[in-house]
């Protein structure tokens, strides 16, 4: 015992210095004023309330509707593809899935590049329309270009969840509400769609809150025009120096998807009662 203590101990370590202590200068920050010294903290509920300022309450706004959207087409688009993958046999299952994640080996970064030089005006995809008469077409800089990078960025992680919901539910289920006389779309309905709500559950949480809190692909194939809360959390650390407002961003963005996660445990809590 006294062995495993000793084992135990720098991991302890490890995790106050990488997790605890950003925690809590972030905290520290979010309640405080700019230029305070470490002795005469002046705390505020100041960096709260400057977010609910218009300018930056259009901000959450736009950043809710493009994650709702592509929260939206991520499961309009991937949940008849994790259906597909889940009644292929299992080594087929296994290569598509890989098919699926393979995109996302590669860094983020490297993803939102290519997509600028395919959607640029005279991008791949420009060159392409041009020769059929059909171009070229304005694609970058648009709501168009941003919702391509985050729904082809975030898919996998509405597939997989979905199909791990699907590949675990009992395949009699189906086999019995065929023998009750049910049709296929009452079948999909009763059984298949509500055996994989937790699977879909997961996916929608997932893609919502890495789409709001992106800032590379807005940035990049937004040119700079789209402010995310993702975008105005760096803006704040990095180009104006407000880390305490910053800070106050972050924390409000953290309770979200702390209630975020919340609600999915709930939801896979009852599901599985």
């Known amino acids: 015992m006294k062995q495993f203590k000793r084992l135990i101990i720098p991991y302890f370590i490890w995790a106050i210095l990488i997790l605890v202590i950003p925690l809590f200068l972030i905290v ?3 309640f405080t004023t700019e230029g305070n010294e470490v002795m ?3 705390f505020t509920w100041g960096n ?3 977010f609910l300022e218009a300018t930056y309450l259009n901000v959450i706004l736009k950043s809710f509707w493009l994650g709702l959207l592509t929260t939206f087409i991520c499961l309009v688009l991937g949940y008849p593809l994790a259906l597909i993958i889940a009644r292929c046999s299992e080594k087929v299952q296994g290569l598509l899935i890989m098919l699926v994640t393979i995109p996302m080996w590669i860094n983020m970064l490297l993803r939102t590049y290519a997509w600028m030089n395919l ?3 005279n991008g791949i995809i420009n060159n392409l329309l041009a020769k059929i008469g059909l171009g070229p077409i304005s694609m970058m800089y648009t709501d168009f270009s941003v919702m391509v990078g ?3 960025n975030f898919m996998p992680f509405m597939i997989i969840p979905i199909h791990t919901s699907l590949n675990k539910m009992d395949k009699s289920l189906i086999e019995a509400a065929y023998d009750l006389g049910a049709n296929r779309f009452q079948t999909f309905w009763k059984v298949i769609w509500k055996l994989s709500l937790p699977g ?3 996916g929608i949480m997932m893609v919502f809150l890495l789409a709001i809190s992106s800032f590379v692909i807005p940035k990049l194939l937004g040119g700079g025009q789209y402010m ?4 105005l959390i760096e803006s704040q650390f990095i180009s ?3 880390w305490n407002f910053g800070s106050a961003i972050s924390m409000i963005l953290a309770v979200i998807i702390l209630l975020s996660m919340s609600l999915m445990k709930r939801m896979d809590r009852e599901k599985g009662e």
Do not use: H, R
Request: charged letters at 10%; glycine letters at 8%.
């Open 150 to 152: 985050l729904i082809c």
């Open 119 to 121: 959607l640029s005006d």
């Open 200 to 202: 879909v559950v997961n």
């Open 228 to 231: 995310l809360i993702g975008n």
């Open 40 to 42: 005469t903290l002046s």
């Open 28 to 30: 520290l920050y979010a």
């Open 240 to 242: 104006v120096g407000d």
């Open 48 to 50: 709260f309330v400057k």
